[in-house]
């Protein structure tokens, strides 16, 4: 069962992922260490049927006595509204601060869950058990979390690192395709900045079929690239930018085609694919990248191309508010290579003339 281990300095943080199948069933001897404490899982209407009981009887059977709260599925729980049963919740299960949270679900579920933990009594024990894809190679590791405003997304947030996360890759078999297509978008995306030798792993296997049987291994190095971004920009101030390769077509495009339209990694293949054409034109990028890119991305079905009639200027209006503009211009992530990236200043002019 590989092990991945993330530490986060400045939060004087350490923690292991734990990848594997059939992980849930078999976590007591990981919760022994809250032995004698009170819990209460987070989970949405999906994951809450089919995965809250069997995590109950692990707690129960390490000794801490859990609760469960269950909250509306997709991206609109995100919001103070939910955030506020969420404090109920713990209030009526008197958790104090020796206690312990469970975020059971996607990065919905994890990003409100960890700013409640993180926000109760000024910080409870935390832990991500994520059941999609996008959320076990992402959302889960690195301590981001966060709730909407109705003004934008994740407005309202902190770093705050979980104690353990622990990546049941059974809980994929329930994910419908389009989720798994989602997360596969963020897992060749750590190949093209990072891992040469994974994006051409994704590449031999060819296909989601041939890829399910090594997915614990690909998701493993997706959390070893991820927890290594973290060790060396845990507060999201430099290198870790790098993470965005794709975000900044993929942003705009959700935005623009209202968010849940497209699911974001599936924004982000496209996003990918217009990056590297970018660098391609602006020569930061060796030519033929994108097209093998959009190879990669078509063999494991994901969109590639943005939809038509969206209209470029107002994408790349939306691609200047970026929350990684500086002032005129918006840093994006190009290749150098695949498995090596860059930040490269765009005025949004150029980002205009680009689209
Ligand atoms: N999801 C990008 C990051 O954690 O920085």
Redesign the pocket.
Known sequence: MPIVTVSAPGQESRYDIHIGHGLLAAAAPLFAPYRGRRAMIVADEHTAPLYAGVLLAQLEAAGVSAGLTTLPAGETTKCPEQLSRLYDAFLDAHLTRTDLVIALGGGVIGDITGYAACTYLRGVHFVQVPTTLLAQV??SV?G?VAVNHPRGKNLLGAFYQPELVLIDCDTLRTLDARQVGAGLGEVIKYGCIADAALFERIEALGSREALLPALDEVIARCCEIKADYVRRDPF?HGV?MQ?NFGHTLAHALENAMGYGTLLHGEAVAIGMVAAARWGEALGVTPAGCAERIRRLLTAYDLMTERPEGLSPDALAATMALDKKAEGAVVRTVMLTEIGACTAVPLTPDQLRALL
């Open positions: 992402d959302s690195g981001k999201d870790r993470l």
